[in-house]
């Protein structure tokens, strides 16, 4: 039998994911949220250029509604593996 060690890695560090390195459901809807919300408005902006009848004084509701389905989401996201 031999006693030999696995070799150590050298080098830098692998990169961590500064949230703590959790990859759970949860965690990654949460971290979905502030993109998923950004994307929403700029589409929201982006309408009235293709149709005139749609700007956004009507449509910011929208926001809202975007807002709490992550909250849905996230609330209802398994938390199994989390980390942190």
Do not use: N
């Amino acid at each position: 039998m031999s006693d030999a060690q696995p070799p150590v890695p050298t080098g830098p560090a692998p990169y961590k994911y500064q949230g703590g390195g959790c990859f759970c459901a949860r965690c990654r809807c949460r971290g979905l949220t502030w993109p998923v919300l950004l994307i929403t408005l700029g589409v929201l902006f982006l309408l009235p250029q293709f149709f005139d009848d749609l700007h956004f004084r009507h449509l910011w509701p929208l926001l809202l509604i975007v807002i709490g389905v992550m909250k849905l989401l996230e609330s209802t996201a398994s938390t199994e593996g989390h980390r942190g």
